[in-house]
């Protein structure tokens, strides 16, 4: 299995415009999880699903944010309109559902809004 | 409410060592404990978890249920070692979500 892929791996652009970030998970993983790291901030958790479904969204900053997984192997986050405060690296993982079962993280994506 | 604290965001030492990563947790339940380690520029990776007891790269962590603490040891540090360091914990209410702690910056010097 090739693990959690990310795309971009790298995104720079002006604010204002729409990003959106792209996540494959591990087959057979039904959760699925998108974090923000930033040096100030640490890791942040912004929203996770099991079985495709939403189940937290708590984390998500604001309306700007938004998250969707229409099937088990795909899941976007998209920032619409983007502000310099959204740059932070988002990683996104997956894990089979269940307490002790570990996280996998993709390779992450490094987003710089100028 | 579950919370994970890590009182030291940067932790330096030198190579040969010894290294202790602390963790404190907050969870009324019966928790599952993970490390998370996270080298430059990479993913984070999964490096132990306290039901599996295992050592891994020289690491060990115990449950100290009295404390409340899941603090990461290894005897002898190595440059390798040098990254940034996660607890988490999951708790049965929460279903597979992990909190995570602030991290831990560790630095080896040689």
């Known amino acids: 299995d090739a693990g959690v892929i990310q795309s971009p791996r790298h995104e720079v652009t002006e604010m204002g415009q729409e990003v959106t970030l792209r996540c494959k998970p591990i087959?057979?993983?039904?959760?699925l999880f998108w974090y923000r790291q930033t040096m100030m901030r640490g890791l942040e958790l912004l929203i996770y699903?099991?079985?495709?479904?939403?189940?937290?969204d708590s984390g998500m900053p604001e309306d700007r944010f938004s998250a969707k997984m229409p099937n088990a192997s795909f899941s976007t986050l998209k920032i619409q309109p983007s502000e310099p405060r959204d740059s932070a690296v988002y990683f996104c993982?997956?894990?089979?559902?269940?307490?002790?079962?570990?996280?996998?993280f993709g390779d992450g994506t490094r987003l710089s809004i100028l | 409410a579950q919370r994970v604290t890590q009182p030291e965001k940067l932790l330096s030492v030198f190579k040969g060592a010894p290294v202790e990563l602390k963790c404190n947790y907050s969870?009324?339940?019966?928790?599952?404990l993970f490390w998370y380690v996270q080298y430059s520029r990479q993913r984070l990776q999964l490096l132990l978890r306290?039901?599996s007891r295992e050592s891994i790269k020289g690491f060990t962590a115990d449950l100290n249920k009295g404390e409340t603490s899941f603090h990461l040891k290894k005897p002898f540090a190595q440059e390798e070692d040098s990254a940034m360091y996660y607890c988490?914990?999951?708790?049965?209410?929460?279903?597979?979500?992990?909190?995570f702690g602030e991290g831990t910056q560790l630095t080896v010097n040689p």
């Open positions: 993982a997956s894990s089979s559902q269940g307490t002790s079962q570990p996280q996998h």
């Open positions: 087959s057979g993983h039904n959760s």
């Open positions: 699903f099991n079985n495709n479904v939403p189940i937290d």
């Open positions: 969870y009324s339940g019966s928790p599952e």
């Open positions: 306290h039901i």
């Open positions: 988490a914990l999951s708790g049965h209410a929460s279903g597979s979500r992990l909190t």
